[in-house]
């Protein structure tokens, strides 16, 4: 059953360009589709159109007769004055509406008992008591408290509220509306890594259909069930997830181009045999003039086809000043507070060179503070912070700053970072800035462009501590390519606060978790900091004392099935085990193949080391299970 369909969809802002350009497809009942594009591809103006909040030029858009559509938009808006509860309560306007109906003819049936008064009463009770009209208090208490939305939240002025408690709050009323065609508009913006996965979890068991504009790759690979890019207009297909995308989006590309060179070798080929044709016929035979006149025809056709054009990589390569010693960051019993809430203290942390760290944890945890205390901008409330003597740090900022934002990319080079005309050229150039794009103003550059502007200016440093505060906020996918390739070469220490679970997982060698004051350290990837974090869950002991409330009732609804059965316990336990000392065997095995690549080395040493850490873990739950 088609749940959306859209034919031949024209739409146009300024005469002579099409934003959307004879944009077709369809979505089936239940599917969960990504909507892939750059920024002004129309991917909003497709989500505009499909609520009716614009009208369209040419095409048709059908909707299934009696689906409910909502829109999860990145500004939303509400009348001026509205609170949280105004917003969870718009859901219930249609039974509002008849409510107030009800009320009207219970005036009206004091003076008047005529049947038809008594007719309508009767309908509008069934439907008020259809649509949950008695119980819509409930029901609100119930989907507020799943997310998280609190009394004083509710009571809170809608304007007031933060980004992520917006969209948390704009899922609220469509749960509440009982939507089922759901247009979810960059719904991640905002959020912390909680509520992306507990979005992500909401949206895997959602039975409606789902269309998603989204820049986090990581949320589009879980989401996602298949993607649709919008190029120059036009729908292209891809029956699978953002990983899916790329494999085969590169795979499309090669393809065309080496079917490019082969037209191309095919010309020549016709060339010259059209020329050698068109010769032998002013030597008596006419014929061959029009074989030769067939194969010019054919050559204008080949010349017709575009070579498939890549996105050009960034050709940069930051410079690095070398460490006179191991020691780059360390800590100790650091303690922030701010009006009386302790964000985080005894915090005590080494951090040596080469390492890549990401801070992560929910809005509010700490994250931004620390990073001001490294870079000295704050101070701490008690304990110390000091950088190695060798240490050149810079920081990108989650808000780029410059000093005049009137100058343009190119001034605000050589201003800035007193470099030459012939350096600011060159330098702006492997970033992206080419041609008239460097004389721009930089009020005028986008967020993404701002980025890429200042770590442009960073990279003419000796840097060999780089801090990055969400670098990845706002910026489309492309824009996080650009940054991803920016930072690929660079190898020296990196430490960034992000909520981008892909950007992390290329990135991060290890893990900074905030979480309720306390930070936890770990050595790996994000994937394997998540898969840790889920044996943690899983192995949770039993919040006696709380009844099995709140975040201790998850850990122990997940150690549920072990505490019953102890044998598939012990037998989990030992498989994991196995599978981390193959996997320690294989990594002593490979440090003897480099025994002479310290570097090498090193990063395997930590390897080993992190999964040390691991099976001490798993060894201690063996004993007590077997003991017990």
Known sequence: ??????????????????????????????????????????????????????????????????????????????????????????????????????????????????????????RLAADFERLGGYETEVAVNRV??????????????????????????????????????????????????????????????????VLIISHDRWFLDAAAQRCIEIADGKAEFYSGNYSFYLEEKRRRFEEKRKQYEKDQAKMEQLQRAAEQMHLWAFMGNDKLHKRAFSMEKRIEKLAQSEKPKEQKKLAIRFKE???????????????????????????????EGKERIAVIGDNGSGKTTLVRLITGEESPDAGWLALGPAVRMACLPQLVRFDDDSRSAYDTMLWECRC????????????GFRGEDVFKTVSSLSGGEKSRLKLCMLMGGDINLLILDEPTNHLDIASREWMEDALSDY?????????????????????????DGRLTDYRGSYTEYSAWRQRQAAFAPRDAASGGTGKAAAAEKAAAPARRSPEKQLQRLE?????????????????????????????????????????LELYERWEALSDG
């Not at 360390?330 to 951090?351: E, I, M, N, P």
């Not at 290890?510 to 979480?515: P, Q, T, V």
């Open 321 to 351: 000043r070398r460490f006179e010693g191991d020691e780059v960051l360390a800590a100790d019993g650091l303690k922030k507070a701010y009006g009386g809430r302790v964000l985080f203290s005894d915090l005590s942390f080494l951090v």
């Open 144 to 209: 507020a408290n799943g997310l998280h939305i609190g009394p004083d939240m509710r009571a809170q002025s809608f304007e007031s509220l933060s980004g992520g408690e917006k969209t948390r709050l704009n899922l609220a009323r469509l749960i509440l509306e009982d939507t089922e065609i759901l247009l979810l508009d960059e719904p991640t913006n905002h959020l912390d890594l909680h509520a992306v996965e507990w979005l992500e979890d909401y949206l895997l068991r959602f039975r409606g259909t």
């Open 575 to 615: 498989k994991e085990i196995g599978r981390l000392e193959e996997k320690l065997a294989a990594l002593e095995e490979e440090s003897g193949r480099f025994a002479s690549d310290y570097q090498k080395l090193m990063e395997l040493e930590e390897q080993k080391e992190a999964l040390n850490g691991q099976l």
């Open 1 to 122: 059953m088609i749940d959306i369909r859209v034919s031949s969809l024209v739409k146009s802002f300024e005469i002579g360009s099409n934003v959307l350009d004879g944009l077709s497809f369809q979505v089936e009942a239940g599917e969960r589709v990504g909507i892939l594009g750059p920024n002004g591809c129309g991917k909003t103006t497709l989500f505009r159109i499909l609520t009716g909040a614009l009208d369209y030029d040419e095409g048709e858009v059908f909707i299934a007769p009696g689906k409910r559509i909502g829109l999860i938009s990145q500004f939303p808006v509400y009348p001026a004055g509205w609170t949280a509860e105004d917003v969870l309560q718009h859901a219930f306007r249609h039974v509002d509406a008849i409510r107030a109906r009800m009320e009207e003819l219970t005036r009206q049936m004091e003076t008047d008992s005529s049947p038809a008064l008594l007719e309508e009463y009767g």
């Open 420 to 431: 030459s005309p012939q350096e600011a050229r060159d330098r702006l150039a492997a970033f």
């Open 491 to 515: 190898g020296e220490t990196l430490l960034f606060v992000s909520h981008d679970r892909w950007f992390i997982e290329k990135f991060a060698t290890r893990i900074w978790a905030f979480e």
